[in-house]
């Protein structure tokens, strides 16, 4: 796979700051039962990578000594972590809200047949990829079959009383693009989403998400393949909005990777960009692990006005009406 990490470390973005920290989003593992071509943290079937009890305990220390009341769960598939069921009912019990990043597939998976009764049980919030609305675009990015089997998800979901406007069943979509080109308008996409689906599938959602790819990982591989990525990046350059500073994810949000080592965000981990606790202006990608910084560090620091570390890639989440782990920012 080709590495675009060289292509994007020097860069102009505009320097940003930490707010006062909200989120703790945690990678539980690369391993998931799909490989999708937009997946930036490479995860699939083969993968090893997965947190363990241990780093899972150390961030429940730190969550409770800064008073953090949400985690975002995210992979690979999240659900796969062996230590899925013991985090989240943890977690439940301190009264910290939890959205898992669910692919839906997995809902089908051998032994996880009673993951959507726990899931409601325990009121997780699922937030769960659907690339489109169509089976062609679905199942040309993700896999053969997998639009029929979120279809099956959704249904069974909806059936636990996901996705009918309820707070503790809250169900929202994520789209992404299946090329290089920004998302369309976040409110006009959700409607054409919920026409579609409820007409043909009689399945009900209660938000879409529009996320931009971002030109990393295995989708930066690609557009390097193709020839496509410097005309990409001069797309999310020439669409920056400055007015999307404020809300961009980073600078509420802590990435916390499977080995428990921090970032700004979960694509700054990807890039093996970790937080800097100096300010550094240099910024610099690194598999070095004494070049990383460790959350058992971190306990008790505070990250309020931290500097952020940027790169090119920053361009995907100011692009046009934003892009954040949330959806669009306008």
């Not at 099956?152 to 789209?175: F, T």
């Not at 992404?176 to 996409?189: E, R």
């Not at 959350?295 to 100011?318: F, M, N, Q, R």
Request: with cysteine; aromatic share 8%; charged share 20%.
């Amino acid at each position: 796979m080709l590495d675009t990490r060289p292509m994007l470390m020097s860069s102009d973005f505009p320097s940003l700051r930490r707010a006062k920290l909200e989120t703790l989003q945690l990678n539980l593992g690369y391993l998931c039962n799909l490989s999708c071509t937009h997946c930036h943290v490479n995860a699939g079937p083969t993968r090893k990578e997965l947190m363990t009890r241990e780093t899972i305990d150390l961030v429940f220390e730190y969550a409770q000594k800064h008073g953090v009341k949400m985690f975002d769960l995210t992979g690979g598939a999240p659900e796969m972590n062996p230590h899925f069921r013991y985090l989240v009912q943890r977690a439940r019990s301190m009264g910290i809200h939890v959205m898992d990043r669910c692919n839906l597939t997995v809902l089908q998976e051998p032994g996880y047949e009673d993951l959507p009764e726990f899931l409601a049980e325990q009121e997780v919030e699922i937030v769960a990829s659907l690339p489109c609305y169509t089976q062609d675009n679905v199942d040309k990015q993700r896999g053969k079959g997998v639009f029929d089997g979120s279809m099956q998800a959704l249904q069974m979901l909806n059936k636990l009383g996901y996705g009918q406007g309820h707070e503790n069943r809250k169900l929202s979509l994520v789209y992404n693009p299946v090329g290089p080109f920004l998302p369309p308008p976040q409110k006009q996409l959700e409607d054409d989403y919920k026409r579609e689906l409820a007409e043909h599938f009689d399945i009900l959602f209660d938000e879409l998400f529009t996320i931009t790819n971002m030109p990393i990982s295995r989708f930066g591989s690609v557009l390097v393949s193709k020839g496509e990525f410097e005309s990409y990046m001069a797309l999310l350059k020439a669409s920056y909005s400055a007015d999307n500073l404020k809300s961009v994810m980073c600078r509420t949000i802590m990435s916390i990777d499977w080995q428990g080592f921090v970032y700004d965000c979960d694509f700054n981990q990807m890039l093996m960009v970790p937080m800097q606790l100096n300010g550094s202006t240099d910024i610099i990608a690194s598999d070095s692990v004494d070049k990383k910084l460790h959350l058992s560090k971190l306990l008790d620091a505070d990250l309020t006005g931290l500097k952020i570390a940027v790169a090119e890639h920053c361009y995907g989440c100011t692009a046009g009406q934003g892009s954040s782990c949330g959806g669009a920012l306008e």
